[in-house]
């Protein structure tokens, strides 16, 4: 599969990620930071969303869309799409030209607005990347838990860079028996949840 990247899709992705590492050095604000996830964590994505069951794939934290191209290439080999979710206006219109450029368009929803006040509407999620301010993680679970299904996954970002911040989400889905989880090092640590 990934001897398999399109070269547009390389070319926007080496474009963030130079954006990424500047950000991280020039000052920038960390509210217009892309705050992007590693490569590793791309491919490891691609790889566990290649063989998720039926169900709604959604990324809640869509930034510029890195994460995404690698969620929304995975979905293109099985047929399926992306629904992304960005609070940002600013991040989500460089999101859908992140999605033109990479000619993965097809295969992204993007939903502008903030997650909490829309999870109602989804029913049945195979694969879920949290990837947004810590501080939500714990209701992000708590409003998505009983829509994953059987063997689907929630696959929460930075479980070690950012323990602390993402902690009570640890915690609630840790003590959760509808869920078996384990944080895997990789990238800055992604905390996995399978659906019993």
Do not use: H
Request: charged share 30%.
């Amino acid at each position: 599969m990934f001897s398999e990247i399109p070269i547009e899709l390389k070319k926007r992705m080496d474009y963030l990620e130079i954006i990424d590492r500047k950000d991280r050095t020039d000052g920038t604000t960390r509210d217009k930071r892309l705050r992007q996830i590693t490569e590793d964590t791309g491919k490891f994505l691609s790889i566990m969303l290649v063989n998720i069951p039926e169900g709604d794939i959604i990324e809640i934290g869509t930034s510029a869309g890195y994460s995404t191209l690698w969620l929304a290439f995975a979905a293109k080999e099985i047929g399926r799409k992306v629904k992304t979710y960005e609070i940002s206006a600013e991040k989500a219109a460089l999101a859908l030209e992140t999605f033109k450029i990479a000619q993965l368009e097809d295969y992204v929803e993007l939903i502008q607005g903030d997650f909490l006040q829309q999870a109602e509407q989804l029913e049945k999620i195979a694969f879920c990347f949290l990837d947004a301010e810590k501080e939500i993680y714990e209701p992000c679970f708590k409003l998505i838990a009983s829509k994953i299904v059987k063997n689907g996954l929630i696959v929460a970002d930075n479980a070690t860079d950012q323990y602390e911040g993402i902690k009570p989400m640890v915690e609630s889905a840790s003590k959760d028996e509808r869920f078996d989880c384990l944080t895997i090092p990789i990238g800055n640590g992604e905390f996995i949840c399978r659906r019993k």
